[in-house]
C-alpha cells in the first residue's frame, strides 16, 4: 500500500519556539494531504487540509496563523507550529490521499509526531 | 454533516473470545466507512473499509464489518481476537463527493489472557 512519512516522530521544544513537522507520501504524489490533531485518548480531529500549490484550508477554531501549511511540492506538506506553548502538546498526524486509489475516500496515514512544549 | 458515534469507549475481552465494535454513522450523503487501528504512538492503520455493493466487508487480521443501512450502523468484529488486537479503534466516515474523514471517538480494546 501506499506510504506516508513523519518527521520528526517525537520533538521536545521550548515555549514560544516553533517547530516544523513535515509529511511526506513516499510512493504516490498526493495533492491533497490533511492534519489531525490528537489529544491523549482522544480521537482524532481534522486541522486542516492542505492543497498543493494553493492555500491551506482550515476548520473551524483552528488557528492559520498558529498552524502554518505548506504543501510546496505533489509529496511533502509542512505544519508549522508557531511560537509553541504546552496546549499545544499534542500528537500530530497527516494523511494523504492516493489518486490511484480513485475517489473511494481511502486515506493513507503517517506515523504520527509527538509534540512537547515545555 | 456527517457524524460518527462509537458506543462502548472501552471493550474488555479475554483472549480467543469473540469481539464486537459498535459504530453508528449520521449523514445527509452517500457514505464510504472505515475502520481503523492505531497501536500506542502510531498513525492509523486501515483495518477494512466500505464503499458499496456487499454489506459484509472483510477486512485484514480476520476483522469484518457489516454494512446496515436502515440502522445506520457499521459494527466490527472478530471471531477470536489476539493480545495482539489490543489496541485503539477507530470508525470513520467520509462523503462521496469528498475525501475529508470524519472520526469516532474510539474504543480501546485491551486483550486479556
Redo the contacts between chains.
Sequence with gaps: ?AV?S?HPSWVICKSGTSVKIECRSLDFQAT?M?WYRQFP??????MA?SNEGSKATYEQGVEKDKFLINHASLTLSTLTVTSAHPEDSS?Y?C?A?DHRAG??????????S?LTVL | AQSVTQLDSQVPVFEEAPVELRCNYSSSVSV?L?W?VQYP??????LL?Y?SGSTLVKGINGFEAEFNKSQTSFHLRKPSVHISDTAEY?CAV???A?????????T?VLVKP
Design positions: 500500500g506516508v513523519q491533497t490533511f485518548k482522544q480521537s482524532l480531529m481534522l487540509t500528537f498526524i494523511s490521499r475517489g473511494t475516500g481511502e486515506l493513507f496515514f503517517g506515523e504520527g509527538r | 464510504y472505515f481503523y504512538n502510531q498513525g492509523l492503520q486501515l473499509k464503499l477507530f467520509s462523503g462521496a469528498g475525501n475529508k474523514l470524519t472520526f469516532g471517538g474510539g480501546r
